[in-house]
């Protein structure tokens, strides 16, 4: 199983950035892929980006591509999500997951192929 702690939300204004962090720990050897997710109240889980730690390919929400970027820093065991051009409608909880299954990119961003999830971290886009 693998710990992970996410860090980084906050509030933002309109057009503002922010950069989540998420610290994996545990085993995280037979890590595959790990990918953010957000959720609203009411609404179910929706994945935002997530990568593919082989190849680092990554996949993107159509609602956030161009504007956000996922990566990873191998030695210190930590994704990011690097979040551009927010919008209110960014406005949401955040959680990291990782899974040790391959998947195909397309399945990438789906929250039930996921078995190790953070507690999340709040982002609030608001004037």
């Not at 990873?72 to 690097?82: E, G, K, V």
Request: contains cysteine; aromatic residues 12%.
């Amino acid at each position: 199983q693998v710990h992970l702690v996410e860090s980084g939300g906050g509030s933002v204004l309109p057009g503002g950035s922010l950069r989540l962090a998420c610290a994996a720990s545990g085993s995280t050897y037979y890590t595959r892929w790990m990918a953010w997710f957000r959720q609203t109240p009411g609404k179910e889980r929706e994945g935002v980006a997530s990568i593919a730690l082989d190849r680092s390919r990554t996949y993107y929400a159509d609602s956030v591509k161009g504007r956000f970027t996922i990566s990873r820093d191998d030695a210190q065991n930590t994704l990011y999500l690097q979040m551009n051009s927010l919008k209110p409608e960014d406005t949401a909880m955040y959680y990291c997951a990782a899974t040790e299954r391959g998947l195909y990119f397309w399945d990438s961003l789906a929250p039930n192929n996921y078995g190790s999830w953070g507690q999340g971290t709040q982002v609030t886009v608001s004037s």
